[in-house]
Nanobody
Framework: QVQLVESGGGLVQAGDSLRLSCAASGRTFSSRPMGWFRQGPGKEREFVASISRNGGNINYADSVKGRFTISRDNAKNTVYLQMNSLKPEDTAVYYC?????????????????WGQGTQVTVSS
């Protein structure tokens, strides 16, 4: 069992930065690829970024590439999402998730544990 708790969301202006954190409980965190997803108002949940178990393999959605950085600290059981140059279209609830497989994925169905989400609102 893995429990995930996101934090770090808030209201910012366009061009600002935020860092989201996702703290995981349980001893299996380091064996799990992790991902960040988001769901904007009236939109489907979409992939943002994923990171492999040791952090060596990282993938991003095209919409955030070059602006967002995913990282993890296995000693702290925490995964991060550094978000720079935020845009109004980044407004969403951001979720972290733990993958049931051996590698990160953009497919939300491959994740079996999800956090409750943290709201990010970017004003123009």
């Amino acid at each position: 069992q893995v429990q995930l708790v996101e934090s770090g969301g808030g209201l910012v202006q366009a061009g600002d930065s935020l860092r989201l954190s996702c703290a995981a409980s349980g001893r299996t965190f380091s064996s799990r690829p992790m991902g960040w997803f988001r769901q904007g108002p009236g939109k489907e949940r979409e992939f943002v970024a994923s990171i492999s178990r040791n952090g060596g393999n990282i993938n991003y959605a095209d919409s955030v590439k070059g602006r967002f950085t995913i990282s993890r600290d296995n000693a702290k059981n925490t995964v991060y999402l550094q978000m720079n140059s935020l845009k109004p279209e980044d407004t969403a609830v951001y979720y972290c998730a733990a993958n049931r497989g051996l590698s990160g994925s953009s497919d939300s169905t491959s994740y079996d544990y999800w956090g409750q989400g943290t709201q990010v609102t970017v004003s123009s």
